[in-house]
């Protein structure tokens, strides 16, 4: 099973500033990476597919890279409602895992 | 629009089996895969499988085998997952979940999560 790490756990940033998550796979999972964001009370909601293409909707302050077994995600300039936990998931082999998540919090 | 809607919380005793219902409405219910996503208090996502709707095949995450089994009424537009021989351990959200349109394997619309409970 490929296991995904995500860094930091938690990252406090200031509202407009720019924000760098990370997602490192045990083994190549080549571009098959897709992120997702979850605020309290609510499903998880999809952000980036194929490493680096926005889901439907998705504003364009979102951003991922990476290929292999290094990932990205980068939100631009933080808005209030970005302040939410943020997982990376690879889907190159069964099981599909995910990342144990980076919580994003104001500074 | 989308739109997935699953059936109530449970409470479970140990060793209790427990059948979570999604009802899938606004897409063709074959055309689509749905997955099952679970989610224990405070912790991260955990895939659990997915069944093919048009033909009634599976596939289960190994650490769930034996214990689950998803299946599918197409009459109704609805999945089930029922989950075996509970434990502690499955306290969780139990999500269904529909991949985007041409990417199968990555999901994109989700019911409201179950919320399943065991204990003694």
């Known amino acids: 099973e490929i296991v995904m790490t995500q860094s930091p756990a938690t990252l406090s940033v200031s509202p407009g500033e720019r924000a760098t998550l990370s997602c490192r796979a045990s083994?190549?999972?080549?571009?098959?990476v897709a992120w997702y964001q979850q605020k309290p009370g609510q499903a998880p909601r999809l952000l980036i597919y194929?490493?680096?293409t926005r889901a439907t909707g998705i504003p364009a302050r979102f951003s991922g890279s990476g290929s292999g077994t290094e990932f990205t995600l980068t939100i631009s300039s933080l808005q209030s409602e970005d302040f939410a936990v943020y997982y990376c998931?690879?889907?190159?082999?069964?099981?599909?895992?995910f990342g144990q998540g980076t919580k994003l919090e104001i500074k | 629009q989308v739109h997935l809607v699953q059936s109530g919380a449970e409470v479970k005793k140990p060793g209790a089996s427990v059948k979570v219902s999604c009802k899938a409405s606004?897409?063709?219910?074959?055309?689509?895969?749905m997955h099952w996503v679970r989610q224990a208090p405070g912790q991260g996502l955990e895939w659990m499988g997915w069944?093919?709707?048009?033909?009634?095949?599976?596939n289960y995450a190994q650490k769930f085998q034996g214990r689950v089994t998803m299946t599918r009424d197409t009459s109704i537009s609805t999945a089930y997952m029922e989950l075996s021989r509970l434990i502690s351990d499955d306290t969780a959200l139990y999500y269904c979940?529909?991949?985007?349109?041409?990417?199968?394997?990555?999901?994109?619309?989700w019911g409201q999560g179950t919320l399943v409970t065991v204990s003694s």
């Open positions: 606004g897409y063709t219910f074959n055309g689509y895969y």
């Open positions: 069944i093919n709707p048009n033909s009634g095949g599976t």
């Open positions: 979940a529909r991949p985007a349109t041409g990417q199968w394997q990555v999901l994109d619309y």
């Open positions: 194929g490493a680096s």
């Open positions: 083994q190549s999972v080549s571009s098959n």
């Open positions: 998931q690879q889907y190159n082999n069964w099981p599909y895992t």
